[in-house]
Nanobody, 119 residues
C-alpha cells in the first residue's frame, strides 16, 4: 500500500512557474510508474505526464514541452515542474502511483492540489 500527498499548488500569473511535489508514504524505488493528472472545472480528468522506475518520461502532447516530471527516490518524491503557465492550465492536479499489490497492478491517487493561473 502507498499513500500520496501533493503540495505546491497555488495562484500564479500567466507565464509564471510552479513546482508540484508528490510525497509517497513508502519507497517509490520499485513503483513501476508515477503519474500526474489534472482535472479542470467541468472537464474530465486528463493525463499530464508519467515517469517509470527507470526514469523514462512521457508527456501529453498538449503541454508543448512546458512541463517536466522528475523523481527523487531518496526522498520518495515525484515532482512536476510547470513553466510558461497559461490560464487553461488551471486545474486540480493529482499524483498517482501504479504499483503492485500482490500480483495485481493497482493505481493509488493523492488528494490533489489546486493550481490557478490568473492575472
Amino acid at each position: 500500500q502507498v499513500q500520496l500527498v501533493e503540495s505546491g499548488g497555488g495562484l500564479v500569473q500567466p507565464g509564471g512557474s510552479l513546482r508540484l511535489s508528490c510525497v509517497a508514504s513508502r519507497s517509490i524505488f520499485s513503483i513501476p510508474a508515477m503519474l500526474w493528472y489534472r482535472q479542470a472545472p467541468g472537464k474530465q480528468r486528463e493525463w499530464v505526464a508519467s515517469i517509470s522506475s527507470s526514469a523514462n518520461r512521457n508527456y501529453a502532447d498538449s503541454l508543448e514541452g512546458r512541463f517536466t516530471i522528475s523523481r527523487d527516490n531518496a526522498k520518495n518524491t515525484v515532482y512536476l515542474q510547470m513553466s510558461s503557465l497559461k490560464p487553461e492550465d488551471t486545474a486540480v492536479y493529482y499524483c498517482a502511483a501504479d504499483h503492485f499489490q500482490g500480483t495485481t497492478m493497482t493505481r493509488t491517487w493523492g488528494q490533489g492540489t489546486q493550481v490557478t493561473v490568473s492575472s
